[in-house]
Nanobody, 120 residues
Framework: QVQLVESGGGLVQAGGSLRLSCAVSGSIFSINAMGWYRQAPGKQRELVATITSGDYTNYADSVKGRFTISRDPDKNTVYLQMNSLKPEDTAVYYC??????????????WGKGTLVTVSS
C-alpha cells in the first residue's frame, strides 16, 4: 500500500523559513511527478509547486522566488524549502504524488497534510 507522509510543518514568524518533507513508501514502480498543495481556512486547495521525474519544476506565482521544491529519488522524497514566509502562507500543506504502483498501476496519491502557521 502506497503511503505519503509529510513532516516539517509548524509555527514560524513572518520572514522565517521552514522545510517540508514528504516520503513515499510502498510497492512503487516509478514516480512521475510530486508536488505540494495547500489549503487555507475557507479557501480551496491550491497548487504550490510541482517537480517531475525529469526535474522540471512549476511554482504558483505567489511563492516564486521564495519557495524551492526539490527531490531525492533514491529516498522517494520531495522537499519544499519555504523562505521569507508570510502570514498568507498559513495553510495545511499536502503532498501529492503521481506514481505507478506494482499493485494498482498509475494513480494519484495524497498525504494527510501538515500545518504551517506564519505569525505576523
Amino acid at each position: 500500500q502506497v503511503q505519503l507522509v509529510e513532516s516539517g510543518g509548524g509555527l514560524v514568524q513572518a520572514g522565517g523559513s521552514l522545510r517540508l518533507s514528504c516520503a513515499v513508501s510502498g510497492s512503487i514502480f516509478s514516480i512521475n511527478a510530486m508536488g505540494w498543495y495547500r489549503q487555507a481556512p475557507g479557501k480551496q486547495r491550491e497548487l504550490v509547486a510541482t517537480i517531475t521525474s525529469g526535474d522540471y519544476t512549476n511554482y504558483a506565482d505567489s511563492v516564486k522566488g521564495r519557495f524551492t521544491i526539490s527531490r531525492d529519488p533514491d529516498k522517494n522524497t520531495v522537499y519544499l524549502q519555504m523562505n521569507s514566509l508570510k502570514p498568507e502562507d498559513t495553510a495545511v500543506y499536502y503532498c501529492n504524488a503521481d506514481l505507478s504502483s506494482l499493485d494498482t498501476g498509475r494513480m494519484e496519491y495524497w498525504g494527510k497534510g501538515t500545518l504551517v502557521t506564519v505569525s505576523s
